[in-house]
Nanobody, 116 residues
Framework: QVQLVESGGGLVQPGGSLRLSCAASRIYFSVADMAWYRQIPGKQRELVASIASGGTITYANAVKGRFTISRDNAEDTVSLQMNSLKPEDTAVYYC??????????WGQGTQVTVSS
């Protein structure tokens, strides 16, 4: 069974940093397009950052210059370094894997709370 397991969430003060990690198992990780999404209760899940199998990276405008996505194909992990965090970054963050064939997988989510 495919697993995407997120870690690294928690409570941080505004201006602080967190690093999220997603460990993948039982998938062909190196050929998967990976991404981080986030969701606030009552709102749609939104794309935060993505990194394609070929390395192309995109960011949501709201996080550009503050967040950095990276992947390690040897370890089957994707990470999201989040700096200069703001209260509006508070959300559940989800790891996502997508294949050209259309298959897609989601992690269970990790809570990030930015508050003083």
């Amino acid at each position: 069974q495919v697993q995407l397991v997120e870690s690294g969430g928690g409570l941080v003060q505004p201006g602080g940093s967190l690093r999220l990690s997603c460990a993948a198992s039982r998938i062909y990780f190196s050929v998967a397009d990976m991404a981080w999404y986030r969701q606030i209760p009552g709102k749609q899940r939104e794309l935060v950052a993505s990194i394609a199998s070929g390395g192309t990276i995109t960011y949501a405008n709201a996080v550009k210059g503050r967040f950095t996505i990276s992947r390690d194909n040897a370890e089957d992990t994707v990470s999201l370094q989040m700096n200069s965090l703001k209260p509006e970054d508070t959300a559940v963050y989800y790891c996502y894997a997508h294949y050209y064939s259309g298959y897609e997988y989601w992690g269970q989510g990790t809570q990030v709370t930015v508050s003083s």
